[in-house]
């Protein structure tokens, strides 16, 4: 199991307004996990997901998906 961070942003600031860690077997389970969790949180601008220091994924509304 890997370990994951994930920031969840403040649309007009791009200010982490709330982190969770996450533990997932890979970078697509963790993603899986963070959608589940947009379902819940209606008050974002989009997420980071990181893993070991590294961003691997990222999503602001209006804006292109880049997986890294």
Request: hydrophobic content about 35%; charged content about 30%.
């Amino acid at each position: 199991m890997s370990k994951y961070q994930c920031r969840f942003l403040v649309d007009s600031e791009q200010v982490v307004v709330r982190l969770t860690l996450l533990k997932s077997s890979d970078k697509c389970n963790a993603r899986r996990e963070v959608m589940s969790l947009i379902a819940k949180i209606q008050d974002f601008g989009g997420y980071e997901l990181w893993e070991d220091g590294l961003m691997v994924d990222t999503y602001r509304p209006g804006k292109s998906r880049s997986v890294i």
